[in-house]
T-cell receptor, first 113, second 113 residues
């Protein structure tokens, strides 16, 4: 079965420090991978995606993600965290023949002063 | 419209009653998706509409759940004889092409008491 895993329920980081939110995937064929962010009482907002090409993908709000085929990972990163980055982050992969997104369980990021 | 609109934003209903949740997608988006977000369980795919094709209902958890999309635009998710385990946030999303990602609405928070 195709799946996306986010091994950490919560990540805590101090403001100004680099952050990483982990994601691994198990999909057949070429992976098409996404990161979304959800602020309280809001829908999900698109951050970035990997379809093909460069393994380092840059997205909104200074976030980037590194696609690693050998480790089947797509970790989200940011060089310097902000308190305003505190939110729930979801990794997702296109499955079902490329028709629908399968999401991980989400990682709560908490950035503290 | 400019974004995906969902109504109501909050719904409290008594166990056993039927509820209807509405989604108004972005104009021109041919694909529409319903997901359910339960606490600690990530996003669960429910149903997917693509143009005039038969919907993918593979994620509907029981026959109490149904959805329709009229005129290729507005969609209604209906839950009959609601149960307490139906309490969740129901998210709607639309897209022009799944490879571009989805645009999500803010969701409907359903509470069954």
């Amino acid at each position: 079965a195709q799946s996306v895993a986010q091994p950490e329920d919560q990540v805590n980081v101090a403001e100004g420090n680099p952050l990483t939110v982990k994601c691994t995937y198990s999909v057949s064929g070429n992976p098409y991978l996404f990161w979304y962010v959800q602020y309280p009482n809001r829908g999900l907002q698109f951050l970035l995606k990997y379809i093909t090409g460069d393994n380092l993908v840059k997205g909104s709000y200074g976030f980037e993600a590194e696609f690693n085929k050998s480790q089947t990972s797509f970790h989200l990163k940011k060089p310097s965290a902000l308190v305003s980055d505190s939110a729930l982050y979801f990794c997702a992969a296109l499955t079902g023949g490329g028709n629908k997104l399968t999401f991980g369980t989400g990682t709560q990021l908490k950035v503290e002063l | 419209g400019a974004g995906v609109s969902q109504s109501p934003s909050n719904k409290v209903t008594e166990k056993g009653k039927d509820v209807e949740l509405r989604c108004d997608p972005i104009s021109g988006h041919t694909a529409l998706y319903w997901y359910r977000q339960s606490l600690g369980q990530g996003l669960e795919f429910l149903i997917y509409f693509q143009g005039n094709s038969a919907p993918d209902k593979s994620g509907l958890p029981s026959d109490r759940f149904s959805a329709e999309r009229t005129g290729g635009s507005v969609s209604t998710l209906t839950i009959q004889r609601t149960q307490q385990e139906d309490s969740a946030v129901y998210l709607c999303a639309s897209s022009l092409n799944s490879f571009y990602g989805y645009t999500f609405g803010s969701g409907t928070r359903l509470t069954v008491v």
